[in-house]
T-cell receptor, first 111, second 113 residues
């Protein structure tokens, strides 16, 4: 099976812009979770989607949002970008209550 | 909410020695504890996991132990090799609801040849 894929892999934006990141899970996986990874805060949970429904949300401002499509692909959106949003954004997919497998991440740089 | 503490933050060992990384968690309801290895510039990859109904699990040179009473779990790597050098993350979650993983801050392991 193909692994989790994320696009784009690298992104440079300026403050105030918005960005959309995409995640394609492993075939058959219906749960997609998103994490933000920074050197200072480590890996932090953003949100999780299962069957197009958000099941849980981390402690991030409302500028961070996401959605999941009927084919389980997921997108996350960050509006009004701030310098502190520069990070590696990782998505992970899992079959119901099983291991989470991570994608390669999207590295976002906000200037 | 759940909190996971991980120690040490850095660990340097000689090739062939053992390495131990320890984590404690706060939510006694947590029932699933994976360990991920992340090499520089790469994605986190699962190396071993343990569920709360098991006290120990071993896979070749890697083992994980879980003490539910004390709410801590540990990763043990024996006969370390230079390719074991990476950042290791522990995590905890309550499976059965959301798939939210709460991660420790990571341990940078360096294996010196």
């Amino acid at each position: 099976k193909a692994g989790v894929t994320q696009t784009p892999r690298y992104l440079i934006k300026t403050r105030g812009q918005q960005v959309t990141l995409s995640c394609s899970p492993i075939s058959g996986h219906r749960s997609v979770s998103w994490y933000q990874q920074t050197p200072g805060q480590g890996l932090q949970f953003l949100f999780e989607y299962f069957s197009e429904t958000q099941r849980n949300k981390g402690n991030f401002p409302g500028r961070f949002s996401g959605r999941q499509f009927s084919n389980s692909r997921s997108e996350m959106n960050v509006s009004t970008l701030e310098l502190g949003d520069s990070a590696l954004y990782l998505c992970a997919s899992s079959f119901f209550q099983e291991t989470q497998y991570f994608g390669p991440g999207t590295r976002l740089l906000v200037l | 909410g759940e909190n996971v503490e991980q120690h040490p933050s850095t660990l340097s060992v000689q090739e062939g020695d053992s390495a131990v990384i320890k984590c404690t968690y706060s939510d006694s309801a947590s029932n699933y504890f994976p360990w991920y290895k992340q090499e520089l510039g790469k994605r986190p990859q699962l190396i071993i996991d343990i569920r709360s109904n098991v006290g120990e699990k071993k896979d070749q040179r890697i083992a994980v132990t879980l003490n539910k009473t004390a709410k801590h779990f540990s990763l043990h790597i024996t006969e370390t090799q230079p390719e074991d050098s990476a950042v290791y993350f522990c995590a905890a979650t309550l499976q059965g609801g959301s798939e939210k993983l709460v991660f420790g801050k990571g341990t940078k392991l360096t294996v010196n040849p």
